[in-house]
């Protein structure tokens, strides 16, 4: 039924498409006014980037926040800036999807491979993956399992060391959402005048 509630969700948003760059982009304004923006390979079909952001309480849209892809870059500060910012050499963290798989990938860790822990937490509905040496440690949800009620399983996590790639199968329920979803998208007429932000009231 979680998995029909978050189907209906997506059914019922307003919808805008564009084709440009070699993706379909698809940009979703939902009745609680959030906004989700996906990017889809068109050669592929794979999503690319997917990002939400929504309006504060006193009508402020927020910045973006991605959930699949590359991050985005932050402001440009010049070196002289007072600005705080993160240091580009700490490890980061960014989830890559393939058809069949959810995938993150952790950059700046250059341990070799039994340093690392990864396990999955079922009663707090999240994966770890931590250093023997206590130079890392990450707690994080897979927001699709989240927003489809469905659980997460053990046997689905392996990890490996090329990229320090984590990869989790996607259940059958996830891979029938996405291929109907898939057939939808493709319905949607798309302009192809470059990138356009959709309006919203």
Known sequence: MAVQSWTD?????KKTALIH??????????????????????KTD??????????????????WQVEVGEPLAG????????????NCSNPLLMRKDTKTS????IRNLPYPKEVFSVSVEPSDRCIIVKTSNKKYYKKFNVTDLDRNELPLDNSALSFSHAN???IYKK??????LEQELLKELKKLK????GDVDCKTQ
């Open 9 to 13: 969700i997506l059914k019922f948003s």
């Open 190 to 193: 798309g302009t192809d005048e």
């Open 164 to 166: 320090n790639t984590l």
């Open 75 to 86: 402001p440009d500060t010049s070196l002289d800036s007072e600005v705080i910012k993160e």
């Open 46 to 63: 794979e999503l690319i980037v997917r990002k939400w952001r929504h309006k504060s309480t006193l009508g402020a849209q927020s910045q």
């Open 171 to 176: 259940p059958k329920e996830i891979l029938t």
């Open 102 to 105: 959810f995938q993150w990938r």
């Open 21 to 42: 760059d070699g993706k379909r982009k698809i940009h979703y304004l939902f009745t609680d006014g959030k906004e989700m923006s996906e990017e889809y390979d068109l």
